[in-house]
């Protein structure tokens, strides 16, 4: 186990080779969520600091545990080759589409069908450990199946997605999507 008060060229290396991440939050009360991502909607714009974009799904516990607590966890583990467990910890902010910042993190990120928020981790805390108990995975390949569903959907199809399963999370929190 090693600390680090940042992420270090060596990391975001690693980080890059990574196909999937994990993102876990909470709010002071309620459910604790994790939640697996793929690793195109991610970029890591320096040592303490991350951009994804997040895509329509069937919740929306990140948005609404970040307007209650900041806290953010983003993990990747090796299921390839080098066994390491990467974690990256601290502070988040949601930038949704009416929100001024939303062009300028389609600046670094392109938003993709079905974007619904960009999350920005303001990192503080950097932790590796071995991952010798990962197992190996061998990556076939990316899922389409969001992305044609998405476009599907339409613009107004999303929209009325947000509203019916997004607006608010698992328990009952509001999340913004729909402001």
């Known amino acids: 186990m090693?600390?680090?008060?940042?992420?270090?060229?060596e990391h975001e290396a690693f980080?890059?080779?990574?196909?999937?991440?994990?993102?876990?939050?909470?709010?002071?009360?309620?459910?604790?969520?994790?939640?697996?991502?793929?690793?195109?909607s991610l970029s890591v714009i320096g040592p303490n600091r991350i951009l994804w974009l997040n895509l329509?799904?069937?919740?929306?516990?990140?948005?609404?545990?970040?307007?209650?607590?900041?806290?953010?966890?983003?993990?990747?583990?090796?299921?390839?080759?080098?066994?390491?467990?990467?974690?990256?910890?601290?502070?988040?902010?949601?930038?949704?589409?009416?929100?001024?910042?939303?062009?300028?993190?389609?600046?670094?990120?392109?938003?993709?069908?079905?974007?619904?928020?960009?999350v920005n981790l303001a990192v503080d805390f950097v932790l590796t450990s071995c991952g010798f108990g990962v197992p190996l995975y061998a990556f076939n390949g990316h899922r389409d199946t969001l992305r044609r569903w998405a476009i599907g959907r339409g613009d107004d199809g999303l929209r009325e997605h947000w509203a019916e399963y997004n607006a608010v999370s698992l328990d009952g929190k509001p999340t913004r999507i729909t402001a």
């Open 56 to 118: 329509t799904g069937a919740e929306n516990e990140t948005a609404a545990h970040l307007l209650e607590s900041k806290r953010m966890t983003i993990m990747w583990c090796s299921f390839e080759k080098r066994p390491l467990v990467l974690r990256a910890y601290g502070s988040a902010e949601v930038v949704h589409l009416a929100d001024e910042e939303w062009d300028v993190c389609a600046e670094v990120i392109a938003p993709a069908p079905g974007a619904r928020q960009y």
């Open 15 to 40: 980080i890059a080779g990574q196909k999937i991440f994990f993102v876990g939050t909470a709010a002071p009360e309620g459910r604790v969520n994790i939640a697996v991502k793929d690793m195109a």
């Open 2 to 9: 090693a600390e680090f008060s940042g992420i270090s060229s």
